[in-house]
């Protein structure tokens, strides 16, 4: 082969591995080697919560709050009351005159209600007292007692079976009347509440000393 001859076909061979190394650039991406844009990283981004504006109330929480508080008095029933040295206190015994005086209602004394028609005692005042738990009476006067609308009460005689036919259950216009047709003294309560002669009891003394 002359010299010529020679040159031309290794500029063949050049000309050939040249278009090869084109072709091999320009082809097909490789999909495990291409670069794909990054989507934003949502799991490393921050999520703000609403701040709450309102919290739910813990029952325990209020419990404890209220048993704090001063609970508010109970008023007593206005009128003319007599005390210790007077007709009815003289009728109570030992055990009644030291525990009348505990009652949150109870206003020193008697409440003086003779010759004043007939008397009215709320059945369940405050935290289940009556509203007048020592009131005298003359021999003939009625007393009647109210329900508060809603709650649950009753009437019981300590030394007998005077209020037998007295309503129990819960107040809806529910009263109960009592008349004393003779000097006589009832100690009741509400069993609801209490049994025998402690919290929610009461006393009702009717007529007046001999001249």
Not at 61 to 80: F, L, R
Not at 163 to 179: F, K, N, R, V
């Amino acid at each position: 082969m002359d010299r010529r001859s020679l040159i031309k076909r290794l500029g063949c061979s050049i000309t050939v591995a040249a278009v090869a190394g084109c072709s091999s650039d320009s082809g097909p991406e490789d999909p495990a080697t291409s670069t794909t844009q990054s989507k934003p990283n949502t799991e490393s981004s921050t999520t703000r919560e609403p701040t709450a504006t309102q919290t739910d109330s813990d029952p325990a929480t209020e419990a404890q709050t209220a048993a704090t508080q001063t609970p508010t008095p109970i008023p007593t029933a206005e009128g003319e009351y007599v005390g210790k040295n007077s007709y009815p206190w003289k009728q109570l015994n030992d055990r009644q005159k030291k525990t009348l005086p505990e009652i949150p209602t109870y206003g020193g004394g008697f409440l003086d209600a003779r010759g004043e028609g007939t008397v009215e005692i709320v059945n369940g005042t405050g935290y289940g007292y009556m509203s007048k738990p020592a009131v005298w009476v003359d021999a003939g006067q009625t007393v009647k007692w109210v329900w508060p609308e809603g709650e649950r009460h009753d009437l019981h005689d300590e030394n007998g079976g005077r209020l037998s036919d007295a309503p129990s259950g819960i107040g809806d216009d529910t009263s109960y009347t009592y008349t004393f047709t003779e000097e006589e003294k009832l100690f009741y309560s509400c069993h609801t509440h209490t049994e025998g002669w402690v919290g929610s009891y009461g006393v009702v003394v009717a007529g007046e000393p001999d001249e």
